[in-house]
């Protein structure tokens, strides 16, 4: 009696172990369809990455970043605050772009745009605006205020000096 018991925890064992692993071929299966999707449509700033697992993995760790960066700017001042705005001068837009790659990729084609030179495109018109975007802030970053000091700007209590006459 206790080998049938032994033999069915056996077999039980190894059905949930082909489950979880064709659950695993499944996930393998679309990291590997995004990776041909990256590789199908190209891009200017994915493609240095190995899978499409890992431009999840950046998706997830800049939005992380974020949410500790963004609230942690504005509570610190002085040199803390310049090296927060110069990292969220990039990691915004590196967030914005794997974002919105993500939606082209998946929507184009249910829009009824199926051309592969237009949809490459698109992705090259998104990696341009990306680039542009991490310039432009780094600049005001250093050239003006800053990203933290134009987001504190509109609850910042404005002086009134009255002229004596």
Known sequence: MAFSRTSAVAKRASAVAATVSSR???????????????SKYGDLILDV???????RNVHHI???GLAIG??????????????LDLA??????????????????DYL?????TDRSFQQMAIYGLGAMTLVTAIALTRFNIEDMGITAAVRRPWIKKRVVKEEE
């Open 24 to 38: 695993a071929a499944v996930r393998d299966f679309g990291t590997s369809a995004a990776k041909a999707a990256s």
């Open 49 to 55: 990455l190995p899978r499409a697992s890992s431009v």
């Open 62 to 64: 800049t939005a992380y």
């Open 70 to 83: 963004v609230p942690m700017a504005l509570a610190s001042s002085g040199s803390m605050t310049t090296a």
């Open 88 to 105: 969220m001068g990039i990691v915004v837009p590196l967030h914005f772009h794997i974002g919105m790659r993500s939606v082209m990729v």
């Open 109 to 113: 084609v249910h829009l009824g745009i």
